[in-house]
């Protein structure tokens, strides 16, 4: 794989992992499990991701992520405890990808990952309040199953055409701008009127 595709490819896994972690850290796995994407060689460390044991608790992770991204309390909690886990998995997830045997590329891998992540987190979890504000719940579960069908739609095309990956990631980069730029939007929508309520 050309450098081109592997950083289309840990541009891609990383952004996503602002949606769902626990699916990119399984996807990743299993596909340096399965010989898809060779397993780091200099950041030998990362390839614990390929461990069975890892592969295993990322899955029950990728459920529990499922199951509370459906209801809008949890989902607000669940963002918020993973403010930071997001961006740090998403910087791991590039570094594990990329394996740069360059220390400055390195920091150039783990610094665009945590901020493709943390961008695309902010999207969402953005995203999510508003939607989560409203009174009816069924807003909350078709947007939640709409990231779930993207992710895992986009993760499979990513690690299966990984000359396609960058484009992906452009792509991604340029819907979670738009999605922060909306929600923003929404927010101060709700937050002024709420204001105008009270007075």
Not at 42 to 62: E, K, Q, S, T
Not at 105 to 133: C, I, S
Not at 145 to 155: Q, R, V
Request: hydrophobic content about 60%; glycine content about 12%.
């Amino acid at each position: 794989m050309g450098i081109v595709e592997l950083l289309g490819l840990a541009a891609s896994v990383s952004l996503l992992s602002g949606w769902r972690l626990y699916l990119c850290v399984f996807a990743t796995g299993l596909a340096m499990r399965l010989g898809w994407i060779d397993a780091p060689e200099r950041l030998a460390a990362l390839d614990a991701l390929a461990n069975p044991w890892v592969l295993g608790v990322a899955g029950l992770g990728a459920l529990a992520e499922f199951l509370a991204d459906k209801i809008a309390l949890v989902d607000s909690l669940w963002d918020a405890v993973h403010s930071v886990a997001r961006p740090l998995g998403g910087a791991l997830l590039a570094l594990a990808i990329v394996d740069p045997g360059d220390p400055a590329w390195a920091a150039v891998a783990f610094l665009l990952g945590g901020g493709a992540a943390l961008a695309a987190h902010g999207a969402k979890a953005g995203t999510r309040a508003a939607v989560n504000a409203s009174p009816e719940p069924v807003s909350n579960m078709v947007v939640s199953t709409a990231e779930d069908i993207a992710t895992g739609g986009l993760l499979a095309l990513a690690f299966a055409r990984p000359e396609v990956a960058l484009g992906v990631a452009m792509l991604l980069a340029a819907a979670m701008t738009w999605l922060l730029w909306k929600a923003r939007q929404l927010l101060r929508r709700v937050l002024g009127r709420g204001g105008r309520e009270r007075t």
